[in-house]
């Protein structure tokens, strides 16, 4: 198992996978110019790395254009059909938890998980 840059444990296929994740953070919290690019990035390393595909969702899912949430749908049925629940972390888990109430509109319910 490999450990981000929070010392979280994170499923991924290698190291700069993780990095990539890691910059993509650091990027969003400063919103900076590369935040919607390294997820993709990182995705095209890794495409069933939990977290790579979360941060994607939560970038679809979190806006105001309608055919962003469409693909952020997408983009949750696609992760789910290839990785199966229990090969997640708790942490993984949680954050597709709050992917899915995402999904659906509840925007309370994803954030109290």
């Known amino acids: 198992m490999l450990i981000d840059r929070q010392g979280v444990?994170?499923?991924?296929?290698?190291?700069a996978v993780v990095d990539g994740y890691d910059r993509?953070?650091?990027e969003?919290?400063?919103?900076?110019?590369?935040?919607?690019?390294?997820?993709?990035e990182a995705y095209?390393?890794?495409p069933s790395c939990p977290m790579v595909n979360a941060?994607?969702?939560?970038?679809?899912?979190?806006?105001?254009e309608p055919c962003d949430v469409?693909?952020?749908?997408?983009?949750?049925?696609?992760?789910?059909?290839?990785?199966?629940?229990?090969?997640?972390?708790?942490?993984?888990?949680a954050h597709f938890r709050a992917v899915d109430a995402l999904v659906v509109g509840d925007f309370l319910g994803a954030a109290t998980i």
């Open 70 to 93: 469409a693909d952020g749908r997408k983009l949750v049925e696609d992760f789910r059909r290839r990785v199966p629940d229990e090969s997640l972390t708790g942490r993984e888990r």
């Open 44 to 46: 095209v390393e890794d």
């Open 9 to 15: 444990e994170m499923t991924a296929a290698g190291h």
């Open 55 to 64: 941060l994607r969702a939560y970038f679809c899912l979190l806006t105001t």
């Open 24 to 26: 993509a953070v650091q």
């Open 28 to 40: 969003l919290v400063h919103y900076g110019p590369a935040m919607l690019r390294l997820p993709e």
